[in-house]
């Protein structure tokens, strides 16, 4: 497997990593993501918060998926992401560590 060393990079923190123009939300605007690795929230806004009118509320939608958040970050430049996974949230309750280590054992995204 390939590795890759950041030496001196600064992460930038991009909220859930979602960009939902049909929800008028965009958690990169405005950042620089260029060359920097990418540290976001699981679930999307509506799932983890407390407002049901964000998104389709606790409702899951692909925007709370991990793969569409690297999807995301490499669109944006990034070099890697970081994804805080908070127990507490519909989405994880039911995940594991092993669950992670499995899904995330390769690679996952790759520049276009």
């Known amino acids: ?11 930038v923190f991009a909220g859930y990593g979602v960009v939902a123009p049909e929800y008028k939300w965009d958690d990169y605007a405005g950042l620089d993501c260029t060359g920097k690795p990418v540290v976001v929230l699981n679930d999307d806004p509506g799932n983890a918060g407390s407002d049901t009118t964000l998104f389709k509320g606790k409702a899951l939608t692909l925007y709370s998926r991990a793969d569409y958040k690297a999807e995301e970050a490499v669109r944006h430049g ?35």
Do not use: C
């Open 1 to 11: 497997m390939p590795s890759v060393t950041l030496t001196d990079s600064p992460l």
């Open 78 to 112: 990034a070099t890697g992401l970081l994804v805080i996974y908070d127990t507490r949230s519909a989405s994880t309750r039911t995940w594991s560590w092993k669950n992670v280590q499995t899904a995330f054992s390769t690679p996952k995204a790759r520049r276009a």
